[in-house]
């Protein structure tokens, strides 16, 4: 149900509407142009609002801000009404009174073709940015202000793209800007956006970014780029440290499992024949399918196969990555002429000892390349065992049972 011409009109702050002196004679030839039964659909107030809106639109390539104001007015005003009639929650595709009128062109052809082309989110910018001014500015506004807050803002240098970035900042971030507006009096969008990125990526920073400003160490957005750039420097430090950290970890482990493996002895229990076929020597037969689906077969499997393939996915990666870093090193070795030295000081002076050790190991960086050539030897003589051992032969059967 629409509210008919003449009834209540709820109060909705920071709106002004003219007073009886307004000019009739102008409103009155422009209720005629009016699309006919608009008038049965809003009260005095809103046509005398309306009408604002559209004169207001007669010069809006001159008067940009002033149009916005007066779309802020009426919107206002409108889901006011809205609400009083208990509608709430105005969603994109939500019917409201404001976008109703909108879309019949009761408020001009702007606003219409904005309803038509989905392009409503800049006029709840406007609000909210209007919204926003209301917060900031507190109580420098107030209901009977001639001006909305967005206009009692912008007269202060506060423009409303800056405005539309405060309207979203979280708690956090508001009462960092807060603190900027209340101690320099301005407020500028670069600032906001800096201020956004210190409490987003550094929000334990956020008393020191306080302290800053408080100081008048930070007084541009330069100056916060500045300190933005060191934390970072800062925690790519200590990244890099937690990550070296991790891997002299990782080494000492590998290590310990490497002399560990150095006195392994198997405690397998040794079978002169698996499954379920005849022993026999000259007919190669494999177990059938269903003795590898029975319980004895999943058994033996367990532990005959084990856990051979669990070093697999990393050791593949690991020897990727080894294979690659030793091309660079030829790479190296072939242009430098003193390469050799080169290693030799990088040993002897680079690291502390205990860094060195630390990074390649107990052995130092040559005697760990040393140990793993052998190991690598030793584990090729092994998997060249294990490889012709399994080996399938040319006249092999798989029987099915």
């Not at 009977?144 to 800056?162: C, E, K, M, N, Y």
């Not at 009096?185 to 970014?209: G, H, Y």
């Not at 999943?298 to 294979?323: F, H, R, T, Y």
């Amino acid at each position: 149900m629409r509210r008919k011409m003449g009834t209540r009109v709820p109060t909705v702050t920071h709106l002004h509407l003219t007073d009886e002196s307004t000019d009739k004679a102008r409103v009155r030839r422009n209720l005629q142009r009016l699309p006919a039964g608009m008038l049965d659909q809003y009260n005095a107030a809103e046509i005398q609002q309306i009408d604002k809106l559209q004169e207001a639109a007669v010069t809006v390539n001159s008067a940009e801000a002033n149009y916005r104001y007066e779309v802020i007015r009426l919107k206002l005003m409108l889901d006011g009404e809205d609400r009083a009639d208990g509608v709430t929650g105005h969603g994109q595709h939500q019917s409201s009174r404001f976008w109703d009128g909108a879309r019949a062109g009761h408020f001009g052809k702007r606003l219409e073709v904005m309803t038509e082309n989905g392009n409503r989110m800049t006029v709840n910018r406007w609000v909210q940015a209007n919204a926003a001014a209301a917060i900031l500015l507190g109580d420098r506004v107030t209901g009977v202000t001639r001006d909305l807050p967005l206009q009692s803002a912008v007269d202060r240098g506060i423009g409303a793209s800056t405005l539309e970035i405060y309207a979203v900042l979280t708690p956090d971030q508001r009462e960092v800007a807060d603190f900027y507006y209340e101690k320099t009096q301005e407020l500028k969008a670069d600032m906001l956006k800096r201020i956004r990125s210190v409490c987003s990526d550094f929000p334990e920073r956020k008393n020191e970014l306080l302290q800053g400003i408080s100081d008048n160490s930070l007084k541009y957005p330069s100056h916060i780029d500045d300190l933005i750039e060191e934390w970072r420097a800062q925690a790519r430090e200590q990244k890099a440290a937690e990550e070296a950290l991790a891997r002299a970890a990782a080494l000492a482990a590998a290590e310990a499992n490497e002399q560990e493996s150095n006195d392994y002895k198997p405690t397998v229990e040794t079978q002169p024949h698996v499954g379920d076929q005849p022993q026999n020597v000259a007919a190669r037969r494999t177990p059938s399918r269903g003795w590898y689906e029975s319980q004895i077969g999943k058994k033996q499997v367990s532990e005959v196969v084990g856990n051979l393939d669990q070093p697999l996915p990393d050791l593949i990666e690991g020897l990727a990555e080894l294979s690659k870093r030793l091309e660079d090193q030829f790479a190296h070795s072939s242009s430098m002429h003193n390469y050799a030295e080169f290693w030799a000081g990088y040993d002897q002076f680079f690291y502390t000892p205990s860094t060195h050790r630390a990074k390649w190991g107990r052995r130092g960086r040559l005697g760990r390349m040393e140990e793993l050539r052998k190991r690598m030897l030793e584990v090729a003589g092994k998997l060249d065992v294990y490889i012709t051992a399994t080996k399938p032969p040319a006249n092999i059967e798989y029987p099915e049972s």
